[in-house]
C-alpha cells in the first residue's frame, strides 16, 4: 500500500489509465483505512499524495468535464470514481489530524457538489427513495463529507463553510435538498443566523 501511495499520482492519465483501475485502486485504499493495523502505514506524505490525487482531477474537470460512461458496463467510469473521493475525504478527517489539509479538503469537497451528473435530473424521482439517491450520489457522499467535516472543524461555522453552505442551497435537486434538510439543524445550531 505505502508504494501505491507513494506513487498514486502517477495512476492519473485520463487518456491512458481507465477510471475503473483507479477507482479500484481508491476501494483499496479505503480497506486500508478501516484496517486499524494497516492505517498505521499511512503517512502524512500519502494524505497529501491522495488529496493532491483529487485535485488533478479536480484540474482536468475543469478543462474536460467528466461525464457518465456507458450504462451498460459493469466498470467504473470517471463519475463513479467521484463517488469515491467523498469516501475517502471522511476517512482522511476521521482518522488523521485533517487539519494540516484542512483548506484542500474543503477546496475538494466544494469541487465535488459541481459533479452535475450524480445525482443528474431524470434520476431525481421518489422510484428509489430519495435518501438511497442522495447517498449513493457524488453531491450527496460529498454532502455527508462536509457535514462531517463542519462537525470536526469547530464550534461555530467558518466562513468559507458558510459560502459552501449557501451555494449548496441552490441545488435544486431533491436527493440533494433532502441531504440539506436532514442535516439542516446541525448548521443551525453552530451558526442560528
Same mark, same amino acid.
Given at each position: 500500500?505505502? +508504494?501505491?501511495?507513494?506513487?498514486?499520482?502517477?495512476? #492519473?492519465?485520463?487518456?491512458?489509465? +481507465?477510471?475503473?483501475?483507479?477507482?479500484?485502486?481508491?476501494?483499496?485504499i479505503?480497506e486500508?483505512? @478501516?484496517?486499524? %493495523?494497516?492505517?498505521?502505514?499511512?503517512? %502524512?506524505?500519502?494524505?497529501?499524495?491522495?488529496?493532491?490525487?483529487? %485535485?488533478?482531477?479536480?484540474?482536468? =474537470?475543469?478543462?474536460?468535464?467528466?461525464?457518465?460512461?456507458?450504462?451498460?458496463? #459493469?466498470l467504473? +467510469?470517471?463519475?463513479?470514481?467521484?463517488?469515491?473521493?467523498?469516501?475517502?475525504?471522511?476517512?482522511?478527517?476521521?482518522?488523521? =489530524?485533517?487539519?494540516? @489539509?484542512?483548506?484542500?479538503?474543503?477546496?475538494?469537497?466544494?469541487?465535488?457538489?459541481?459533479?452535475? +451528473?450524480c445525482?443528474?435530473?431524470?434520476?431525481?424521482?421518489?422510484?428509489?427513495?430519495?435518501?438511497?439517491?442522495?447517498i449513493?450520489?457524488?453531491?450527496?457522499?460529498?454532502?455527508?463529507?462536509?457535514?462531517?467535516?463542519?462537525h470536526?472543524?469547530g464550534?461555530?461555522?467558518? %466562513?468559507?463553510?458558510?459560502?459552501?453552505?449557501?451555494?449548496?442551497?441552490?441545488?435544486?435537486?431533491?436527493?440533494?435538498?433532502?441531504?440539506?434538510?436532514? @442535516?439542516l439543524?446541525?448548521?443551525y445550531q @453552530?451558526?442560528?443566523?
Amino acid at each position: 500500500t505505502s +508504494d501505491y501511495l507513494d506513487h498514486i499520482l502517477n495512476f #492519473y492519465d485520463r487518456g491512458t489509465i +481507465d477510471p475503473h483501475y483507479i477507482t479500484s485502486l481508491l476501494r483499496g485504499i479505503q480497506e486500508v483505512f @478501516n484496517d486499524k %493495523e494497516k492505517i498505521k502505514s499511512i503517512s %502524512e506524505l500519502h494524505i497529501t499524495n491522495l488529496l493532491d490525487l483529487f %485535485e488533478k482531477l479536480k484540474l482536468s =474537470n475543469k478543462e474536460n468535464p467528466f461525464t457518465r460512461g456507458n450504462n451498460d458496463s #459493469y466498470l467504473s +467510469d470517471w463519475i463513479s470514481l467521484h463517488r469515491v473521493m467523498p469516501d475517502i475525504i471522511n476517512l482522511i478527517i476521521n482518522n488523521t =489530524n485533517y487539519k494540516k @489539509n484542512r483548506d484542500k479538503i474543503i477546496d475538494i469537497i466544494d469541487y465535488l457538489f459541481t459533479i452535475k +451528473d450524480c445525482p443528474s435530473p431524470d434520476e431525481d424521482d421518489y422510484d428509489n427513495g430519495l435518501h438511497f439517491l442522495a447517498i449513493n450520489s457524488v453531491r450527496g457522499r460529498a454532502y455527508d463529507a462536509f457535514v462531517n467535516f463542519t462537525h470536526k472543524d469547530g464550534k461555530t461555522l467558518a %466562513e468559507d463553510v458558510k459560502k459552501i453552505f449557501v451555494h449548496t442551497l441552490d441545488d435544486a435537486s431533491l436527493a440533494m435538498r433532502f441531504q440539506i434538510g436532514r @442535516n439542516l439543524i446541525f448548521f443551525y445550531q @453552530n451558526d442560528k443566523s
